[in-house]
T-cell receptor, first 113, second 113 residues
């Protein structure tokens, strides 16, 4: 299995509070992604990174920001959490070549109350 | 922008029968196509991919997929279904030259004993 660790695995937070989710990889892969999974919507891309300090928006980026200061770490921040951001968040990584598949972490279940 | 459609939310198949899970895609260029499987409370696991060459791609657990450029489809197939194949299946696409990997909404496969 690819070395991807998401933390925390579960979190309950209150509306309006900031939340940061961490994705850590030990594979030295170039690309890192954050997705959210919701019933009826499948997996939707939030933000992605194609290198250190190189990030871009995905399909549903409003209300989220990301940072990648090191190859191995990709942080997803909810600046002010809302109930609509209750979801399961997955991090994925893929190697330099675009034809390589992505490998997924185990997910973080976030509940905003 | 690339997109993926999985027209069936759920597919029911009797054990031992062949199964097909449908996927169609839209890209501006040439696609890289992927299938993933998700078991309950788990991350996504890679099954197979189409990069180039032979239109019939074989993957893990006896699954295969057929790339059809004229129909922009990449259907997942298996000759004989097992109860253990019951899971959520995702199709994904990456446009060559684009960093994003876009997923469909998923199809829940139920294999009936």
């Amino acid at each position: 299995d690819a070395g991807i660790t998401q933390s925390p695995r579960h979190k309950v937070t209150e509306t309006g509070t900031p939340v940061t989710l961490r994705c850590h990889q030990t594979e030295n892969h170039r690309y890192m992604y954050w997705y959210r999974q919701d019933p009826g919507h499948g997996l939707r891309l939030i933000h992605y990174s194609y290198g250190v300090k190189d990030t871009d928006k995905g399909e549903v980026s409003d209300g989220y920001s990301v940072s990648r200061s090191k190859t191995e770490d990709f942080l997803l921040t909810l600046e002010s959490a809302t109930s609509s951001q209750t979801s399961v968040y997955f991090c994925a990584i893929s190697d330099y070549w675009m034809n390589t598949e992505a490998f997924f972490g185990q997910g973080t279940r976030l509940t905003v109350v | 922008a690339q997109s993926v459609a999985q027209p069936e939310d759920q597919v029911n198949v009797a054990e031992g029968n062949p199964l097909t899970v449908k996927c169609t895609y839209s890209v501006s260029g040439n696609p890289y196509l992927f299938w993933y499987v998700q078991y309950p409370n788990r991350g996504l696991q890679f099954l197979l991919k189409y990069i180039t060459g032979d239109n019939l791609v074989k993957g893990s657990y006896g699954f295969e997929a057929e790339f059809n450029k004229s129909q922009t489809s990449f259907h997942l197939k298996k000759p004989s279904a097992l109860v253990s194949d019951s899971a959520l299946y995702f199709c994904a696409v990456r446009d060559k030259g684009d960093d994003k990997i876009i997923f469909g909404k998923g199809t829940r496969l139920h294999i009936l004993p």
